[in-house]
């Protein structure tokens, strides 16, 4: 399913456009405050953690039927 895919890789995105930060930040390359750097962490983890509950709500369909 297209849209399905696209989702997919609309989260793929922004997970990993805002995970450049917290290195870049460490590296010094950026100076964002710890509080910042905390809240890109926190929404990636939530976007890592809505992917994977969706992969296994799919596997629990499949061994359903």
Known sequence: NIKRKRKEQTLSLVK???DIWIPA???EFVNF???TVGLIG???SI???YK???K??????L???
Request: cysteine-free; proline content about 0%; hydrophobic content about 25%.
């Open 52 to 54: 994977v509950s969706n």
């Open 47 to 49: 976007i890592g953690l």
């Open 33 to 35: 405050n710890g509080g």
């Open 25 to 27: 930040t460490r590296l």
């Open 42 to 44: 926190t929404i990636t």
């Open 63 to 65: 061994q359903d039927n």
């Open 56 to 61: 296994t709500k799919k596997k629990m369909k």
């Open 16 to 18: 990993n456009g805002l």
